[in-house]
């Protein structure tokens, strides 16, 4: 797709800002699930009184009921705890499920303000972002969201209720042992936490990284044909094998790093079982105190209970820095200011035609693009512009349906500046066909219909004959209604150009911009089409962008545009006459 004006690309800055903000943004997306959170919450904590009770039983099985030969009490014992294992198995099972929705909803309800904030950003944003990293942001960023959600959120959830009542499990049984428990505790928490600070940024470049492969990829995809016609497959490969190995290496980095956790904690964990069972049983030989074998088993499951959430976390932890580098990338393409209209944008449901642009200077960055343009375009009028490429043409018709901001000068509707009419009502009044069609996954009657959501199905077919293709639709095996592949792969480029041009006949704007619009039509195609192109540019304001200058010899008036500047007006004959620049244009298309 050809781009009028600058493209930076560039792999996205590389930034830390504050998680707990990050964090507290997605618990603002969970704030309307709170009915289904408290229901998991109960269930949690019944789960976890009934580990308590459970473990705690054992131990006295251990010491009352084993030790003493009681095997009816035992199997009595025995039978309840099974039942209540099964009550918890079951709460628990309802307890992920609860998580699991409110996690793809969650995700859904992020993805849903992506797409719906990409819809309005402005064009000067996907001027400066590479599409491939904008729909890394959309899918992948949002599918780490989502699996953050449905895997480290029930930890930490259930988590925080397990160890907390574990911890106090421990104390009351214990607190001699408990102590012991608490510093390998602390020992891995302040590992991990360094090892966070590292992996936080790791992610953040792995990420990156992603969307700028993403980046390549689908402009390999979509120039495949460009790029085997020039044998540049090898060089494409290379480019590829390159950001490839930078992708590797920074997920490499962010993996590796994280994946130390999970052996540091494991071994923490294994020598406070050591410590515990060797002071446990130290006190027991010695008679010190009241520790029994039933503790010492039961303190060891709820060491177990007390670590496990902590060790899932810390093993997550790779989950959970990549999910918060990606909800960060997500937030940051939500908060891209939209295209919003002015304050006093007024509604404008019609519109006789007049154009006028009155002192009209714009630049991108810099330099400047456009100096100091003037015209005025009655109504029914044709006004041809031409120029070398890249003198401001196109840049010119893009500031009539308001996509870039002025920089100077006014731009008028009916005497409205479009700056202050409503979006919506100016880009449904100025209808623009493109060089470069481009057609949507959907049939060729519904392509043609979006000119005109509303229109019949007999208006369809007026435009297609008006735009001679009506015959080419017929031919094919569903006529109207056939599918079109990716970018309608399966017509020709004249074809696709005929349909565009059909959508535009539907869309019975005041005001017509055909920018090169038959650039890609055969001359015969194009021959067909200049009778009705001719019959409908009579009742509408038409600004027609040319590459051949033959076909804009009946224009009203004509500018030539070089180096932003209008530096000829007139008509054709007139410009012929003058023997100046527009002339020089002319007779070197018949050399």
Known sequence: MRRHGPRNIHPEKVSLTDWKATVKRVGHYLEQYRLKLAIVFGLTIFTTLATVIGNRVNGIVIDKYISKNRLHALIVVCLLLGGMYLISSVFTYFQNSIIIKVAQATSTKIRQDVFTNMQRLPMRYFDTHDNGDVMSRLTNDVDNINTALMQTFVQLFTGVISVIGMGLAMIILSPLLTVITLLS?????????????????AFLTQQSTLGKLNSQIEESITGKQLVQLFNHTDMTMADFNDVNAQYTKAAFKAQALSSVIGPFNNMTNNIAYVLITAIGAISIIGGYGNITVGIIFTFLIYLRNFTGPINNVLNLINTLQLSLASAERVFELIDEKPEIDAADAISLPKAKGQVQFEHVSFAYDKPTILQDINLTAKPGEVVALVGPTGAGKTTTMNLLTNLYPLKEGRVLLDGHDVTKIKRHDLRRLVTVVQQESFLFNMSIRENIRLGRPKASDQDVVEAAKEANADSFIRQLPDGYDTILSENASQLSQGQRQLLSIARAFIAKSPVLVLDEATA???SQT?????????????????????HRLSTIKS???????????????????????????????????FE
Do not use: C, P, R, W
Not at 559 to 588: C, M, R, W
């Open 185 to 201: 505790t602390v020992m891995t928490y302040l590992f991990s936490k360094g090892i966070a600070k590292l992996t936080q940024k």
């Open 520 to 522: 890609s039509i055969d």
């Open 526 to 546: 194009e021959a067909d089409i200049q009778n009705a192109m001719t019959a409908l540019m009579k009742q509408k304001t038409s600004f027609v962008i040319a």
């Open 555 to 589: 224009a009203n008036q004509i500018l030539v545009i070089n180096h932003g500047q209008v530096i000829e007006q007139g008509t054709h004959k007139s410009l012929l006459a003058k023997g100046g620049f527009y002339a020089q244009l002319y007779n070197s298309q």
